[in-house]
Each structure stands twice: as C-alpha cells, then as structure tokens.
C-alpha cells in the first residue's frame, strides 16, 4: 500500500520557518513534489526533486526562500521553508509520481498525502 504522510504543519508568523516532512512507504517513485491549495485556489506547485538523480525545481513565487531535500535511508523528503509571507496559508500536499521527468502539473501525480496545513499570521 503506497502512502505519503505529511507532517510539520502550523501556526506561525511572517517571517518564520517552518520545515514539512513527506515520508513515503509502499514503493520507490521517480518525482517528488510539494503542492499547495489556499482556499478558493487552485493547486499549485511549490517544489519538487527527482528520487534518485540530482534536479530540482521550484515554483516561481518560491523566490529562493524554499529548500527541497531527502533522506534516502529515511524516505523521506522535507521542504525548508524561510521568510514565510501571509501568501503562505494554505494546505501543503506532499505527491509523488513514476515519471522520469520532474513536472509541475498536478495531474502527473498519482499519488498524494492527506495535505498538512500551515498558516502565517501577521
């Protein structure tokens, strides 16, 4: 049974960091990606990697304040996240993929965690 599980999600305020946590069980995926769904949006790619090569990617909003990583004895990929703005709120998804190339489109991903929620007060 493949599962992604989210966790790290909370309350903070602008400015802060805050460091999400996807780990993955069931199978080895090619991609891994961050997305984000603030209400009466749509979702959005935050950042993503490839498992087991070298790349990454990040959404054009990131500006440099978000790191994407993993732990591969752990199985598991964090997003680092610095100088976090208001804009921030939203529910992050964690998702994963077997396609070889690293995409932004939220419907490559066929495998999605339960969403943690993180919210920047002013």
């Known amino acids: 049974q493949v599962q992604l599980v989210e966790s790290g999600g909370g309350l903070v305020q602008a400015g802060d960091s805050l460091t999400l946590s996807c780990a993955a069980s069931?199978?080895?995926?090619?991609?891994v990606g961050w997305f984000r769904q603030a209400p009466g949006k749509e979702r959005e790619f935050v950042a993503g990697l490839r498992w087991r090569y070298s790349g990454t990617k990040y959404g054009d909003f990131v500006k440099g304040r978000f790191t994407i990583s993993q732990d591969n004895a752990k199985n598991t990929v964090y997003l680092q996240m610095d100088g976090l703005e208001l804009e921030d709120t939203a529910v992050y998804y964690c998702?994963?993929?077997?396609?070889?190339?690293?995409?932004?489109?939220?419907?490559?991903?066929?495998?999605w965690g339960q969403g943690t929620q993180v919210t920047v007060s002013s």
């Open positions: 069931g199978r080895t995926f090619n991609i």
């Open positions: 998702a994963a993929s077997s396609l070889p190339i690293l995409t932004t489109i939220v419907r490559a991903y066929g495998y």
